[in-house]
């Protein structure tokens, strides 16, 4: 079982940056691959990007290709995503989740944290 715990949202003007993080429970942490989805209002939850248990691996959707970034820190249970050149466009509550493959994790995965909102202004 993982219990996640995202923040890291706020208001900030286009063009601007945030860093979200995403706190896991479990001692397995390290050994589950983490993902980034949001879901803007009156859309579908997409997928934003994804790593690897070990960071060897990540995927981007292309829209944000270029201006986020993921990472983690397996000593830290956090996973992040450093988000540059923000656009309105970017406006959703994000969500943190984990699962056992980095395949899983583009596809939904198993575990999901809260959300934490985004407001991008123009």
């Known amino acids: 079982q993982v219990q996640l715990v995202e923040s890291g949202g706020g208001l900030v003007q286009a063009g601007g940056s945030l860093r979200l993080s995403c706190a896991a429970s479990?001692?397995?942490?390290?050994?589950?691959?983490m993902g980034w989805f949001r879901q803007a209002p009156g859309k579908e939850r997409e997928f934003v990007a994804a790593?690897?248990?070990?960071?060897?691996?990540?995927y981007y959707v292309d829209s944000v290709k270029g201006r986020f970034t993921i990472s983690r820190d397996n000593a830290k249970n956090t996973v992040y995503l450093q988000m540059n050149s923000l656009k309105p466009e970017d406006t959703a509550v994000y969500y943190c989740?984990?699962?056992?493959?980095?395949?899983?994790?583009?596809?939904?995965?198993?575990?999901w944290g809260q959300g934490t909102q985004v407001t991008v202004s123009s």
């Open positions: 790593i690897s248990w070990s960071g060897g691996r990540i």
């Open positions: 479990g001692r397995t942490f390290s050994s589950y691959a």
């Open positions: 989740n984990a699962d056992r493959t980095i395949e899983e994790a583009v596809a939904g995965g198993n575990y």
